[in-house]
């Protein structure tokens, strides 16, 4: 099923990353909307399944950015919202570019 379903009626992509990021131990590609921020991934070989998980834009409180590691740097981005707090990690700068265009809608 193509992500395009998974959209709200007049809801546009903004932002896709390059790159996989991991949020809770697994790979998701991270797509920022003009509504929602959402995580996606497909799972299974022969029977797809998607995995989609949103918040809105709307609810974010708080966000911040900060660097694991000495030689091999991983960058993490935690966001809170009013009812939970997220945590993706990934490449330094896939983790950097994410949070730079996230800065833009908040």
Known sequence: MPL?????PGENIRYSSATP???Q???????????RVLWHRQQGLVFKK????SEN??????????EKGMISKKGIVNITTSR????FSGAKNSIMEIYKELQNFI
């Not at 131990?25 to 509504?35: E, N, P, W």
């Not at 998607?50 to 998980?53: K, P, R």
């Not at 834009?57 to 900060?66: A, H, L, P």
């Open 4 to 8: 395009e379903d998974f959209l709200m």
């Open 50 to 53: 998607d995995n989609v998980i």
């Open 21 to 23: 990021v991991e949020y």
């Open 57 to 66: 834009i709307s609810e974010i409180v708080d966000m911040s950015y900060s």
């Open 84 to 87: 939970k707090k997220l945590e």
């Open 25 to 35: 131990g697994a790979q998701y590609y991270f797509l920022i909307t003009d509504r």
